[in-house]
């Protein structure tokens, strides 16, 4: 009980910390987000539903459920689509597609694949009781893991086997972000799958379905 305790408290000092940090780098880039038109991403979108669009779709290699995307937050997609054309997320299919994309063009998808599905994160998602292990987490992606702010993903709902693949790469540095990679390096190797395993067990996210 006493371990617990200590790590739930050293879990709210991480994410106050955490928190400081976002903010600061969180408050110049929402200023700078142009304007996306959903109307203009629904073109440019076609692609991307060959494999967002299908319940369950797996990549090739290694093994993993692609992302869900209805209900995501479009500044945070803004900021993944930018991360596969810049290099700081490493996925072969989605850096071809990001590096024709130009800034607008991006913005637009965002907003579209955000425009669609959702209707659970829309209601609240899950009242479940939290885990020790995510009282860290919830400063930014929300107590129930759908996220508080448009810049940070929510968790709720999404597959499993994708949340665990994106931590470890925070983890191994493929995957860049300051304040993940610090994050991630402070999380037991035992608790990746739980975490994993519970915002995925969350009502949220949903496969990205076209109108």
């Given at each position: ?10 879990n ?18 929402q200023?700078?987000l ?15 539903l060959?494999?967002?669009?299908i319940?369950?779709y ?5 093994s ?21 054309r ?12 990001a590096?024709s994309l130009?800034d607008?063009e991006?913005e637009?998808?965002?907003?579209y694949?955000a425009?669609?599905g959702g209707?659970?994160?829309?209601r609240g ?5 939290g885990?020790?292990?995510a ?8 107590d129930?893991g759908?996220?508080?702010n448009a810049?940070w ?6 597959h499993e ?8 790469q ?8 300051v304040?993940?990679?610090a994050?991630?390096?402070l999380?037991a ?9 519970y915002?995925?067990?969350l009502?949220?996210l ?6």
């Open positions: 009980m006493e371990t617990y305790k200590f790590q739930v408290i050293m709210m000092k991480i994410a106050a910390i955490a928190a400081t940090l976002l903010l600061a780098v969180v408050i110049p880039a200023s700078a142009a304007e996306g038109d959903a109307t203009a991403g629904k073109e440019l979108a076609y692609t991307c060959g494999c967002h669009g319940e369950g797996r990549n090739a290699y290694p993993y459920r692609v992302p869900k995307l209805g209900g995501q937050k479009a500044g945070y997609l803004v900021i993944a689509l930018k991360g596969y810049d290099g700081t997320r490493a996925h072969p299919t989605m850096e071809a597609q590096t130009s607008q991006i637009d998808i965002a907003a694949l425009s669609i209707d659970t994160v829309a998602g899950s009242d479940a009781p885990i020790a292990a009282t860290a987490c919830a400063a930014c992606h929300g129930n759908i996220s508080v810049l993903p929510t968790l709720a709902g999404q086997s994708y949340l665990e693949r994106a931590l470890g925070y983890r191994d540095g493929t995957r860049g972000d304040v993940m990679s994050q991630a390096a999380i190797v035992e608790d990746v799958a739980l975490l994993a395993r915002f995925a067990s009502e949220g949903e496969t990205t379905k076209p109108d």
